[in-house]
């Protein structure tokens, strides 16, 4: 009786074995997919862009071995590295903490109670999904300083209107503006919108009680428990504006006097006008570690204003 009792139980743990390494093979199976993706198109292209950074390489040729030349041209020779990285700052200055406010005020006007909500978030959500370059003609056409129909609009106020893109002091703000109409009512609202909507209402409700205004109530509550998802799109809008390259590309090309010459497009203009592959790969690799200084940076900094909710 007990020998069969303990040959049961030993087959039932054999099949829950069986059972688990089939759920776990499956598992490998659904991800692995994503991991030869994560290979083919990121891991193997990083690697290769590191070592071609150490070479002369113009795609026509072998590459010769030049060592930290490509680097050394970077940091002292290239006229365009430093201030293409300069304007590539000015730029995240300009988007980022405008592209926050804005967000922040769209989410937070979606998320009061009012009839028309979805109406208003699928407008505010339309020029994300708006093709880059369609838009981005778009603007060409509205800010032209000639025959636009912003400066005419402001014409008719008596206002001289700017030169928009075609000035060397206004071309930059004007790529921010372009930017921040295409994202503000994106993805970073949705995120913050879900961070709204996940304060405790018994917080506002105390508060109201002790009598606190609306103000109190943003400033006392919804700012500290929507500071985890403000450091979030913090950390990715940074990483996207210092990517910032179809708005260039499409409605400057790096003019007007190299105004607008951001560090991606030195870098894409090196790679696929100079042919220079070697070289283009070290300015991506220095980028890359500019982007991860940024981000570590922001991660160092995060216990001095993000506020976790305790959970006990």
């Known amino acids: 009786m007990a020998l069969a009792g303990r040959m049961e139980r030993t087959n039932r743990t054999t099949k829950t074995r069986s059972l688990r390494q089939r759920e776990e093979l ?112 778009f603007w060409v056409w509205l800010l032209n300083p000639f025959f636009g129909i912003v400066n005419y609009a ?51 409700d105390a508060a109201e009680v002790d009598g606190a205004g609306s103000w109190r109530k943003f400033i006392n509550i919804t700012v500290p428990m929507l500071t985890p998802t403000l450091f979030f799109i913090t950390v990715l809008s940074v990483i996207n504006a210092l990517r910032v390259f179809t708005s260039v590309y499409i409605g400057t090309e790096g003019g007007p006097a190299y105004a607008t010459w951001v560090f991606s497009y030195h870098l894409f203009k090196q790679a696929f006008q100079f042919f220079e592959m070697g070289y283009a790969s070290a300015l991506g690799w220095i980028f890359f570690v500019v982007i991860m200084a940024f981000t570590i940076i922001q991660f160092r900094l995060q216990s001095k204003w993000v506020h976790y909710e305790e959970r006990t």
């Not at 930017?179 to 917080?203: E, H, K, Y």
């Open 154 to 204: 402001l014409d008719k106020f008596g206002i001289l209107g700017p030169l928009w893109l075609q000035g060397t002091g206004s071309a930059m703000p004007s790529i921010a503006i372009i930017s921040l109409w295409a994202t503000s009512g994106g993805t970073r609202m949705i995120i913050l919108l879900a961070g709204l909507q996940g304060i405790p209402q018994d917080l506002y």
């Open 26 to 137: 499956a598992g490998y199976l659904f991800i692995l997919p994503g991991i030869l993706g994560l290979l083919l198109f990121s891991v193997i292209p990083l690697g290769a862009a590191f070592v071609l950074s150490f070479t002369d390489y113009n795609m026509l040729q072998s590459p010769d071995w030049v060592g930290f030349r490509n680097y050394s041209y970077a940091f002292t020779d290239d006229d365009l590295f430093w201030p293409s990285l300069r304007r590539t700052f000015y730029f995240v200055l300009l988007d980022v903490p405008l592209g926050i406010l804005l967000s922040l005020a769209l989410a937070v006007l979606l998320n009061q109670k009012f009839r028309g909500t979805s109406v208003f978030r699928t407008l505010f959500f339309l020029p994300s999904i708006t093709p880059a370059v369609a838009a981005i003609f």
